[in-house]
């Protein structure tokens, strides 16, 4: 789904690392970081990417989601281009990170939090901005509690249209089901892709 709108997609590996990096590879990943055994957030710092100081999208390996990457791209310059921008979305309910907000601009987050704004998964940064203002830190919410420090921390009036986290078999059948009517051609295709991904991964014809 985003490679209509990005030129280059790198990949963090790190369970069955030399297996799924060959199968982005060929799904035309641009590059592949293998990360075992380091903390979510470790990449920022200690890849090529710690070299990049202009926006990039951030997505964690089980999100599936329809947005707007033009409205995204334009709330993130309105906002003035932090260091990181989170991406939220306002489940009825589930765990994770929980926002705590003024107008944009993060006070809080974290799962102890009874907030309404979940953090998705997708965020923007600019790598080199983080390594610099986050030092030492290698996990997304210690990162974020550093940039929330430099008033560095925002989150987006752009949410997804649709979204669900899909970590195994049954959370993509159920999205397929539930998904099957509303979603758009591309998520549909996606979905498709998806389970192909899933076939291959497990060796299933």
């Keep these: 789904m985003l490679r209509p709108w990005a030129c280059n997609i790198f990949v963090t ?3 069955m690392g030399d297996r799924l990096a060959k199968h982005v590879i060929s799904l035309g990943a641009a ?4 990360t075992s055994g380091n903390p979510n957030g470790w990449w920022i710092a200690n890849t090529l990417l710690s070299y990049v100081d202009e926006p990039i999208l951030v997505s964690t390996c089980d999100n599936l989601y329809d947005i707007d990457f033009v409205k995204l791209h334009r709330d993130y310059r309105s906002a003035g281009s932090p260091a990181c921008m989170i991406i939220p979305v306002k489940p009825e309910f589930g765990a994770g990170d929980r926002i705590e907000c003024d107008k944009q601009y993060i006070n809080d987050i974290g799962p102890h939090l009874n907030q309404p704004l979940l953090a998705s998964g997708m965020q923007i940064l600019r790598p080199a901005s983080v ?6 830190a290698t996990d997304f919410l210690s ?4 940039l929330i420090l430099h008033q560095e921390l925002y989150v987006s009036r752009v949410l997804p249209k649709q979204w669900a986290a899909v970590d195994t078999i049954d959370d993509l059948i159920f999205t397929e089901k539930t998904w099957q009517q509303s979603s758009t051609p591309l998520v549909q295709q996606e979905l498709q892709q998806l389970n192909r991904n899933d076939q291959a991964m497990t060796g299933v014809a």
């Design 143 to 146: 990162i974020w509690h550093r």
């Design 131 to 136: 390594a610099r203002l986050a030092a030492g």
């Design 13 to 15: 590996v790190g369970y």
């Design 31 to 34: 590059g592949v970081f293998e």
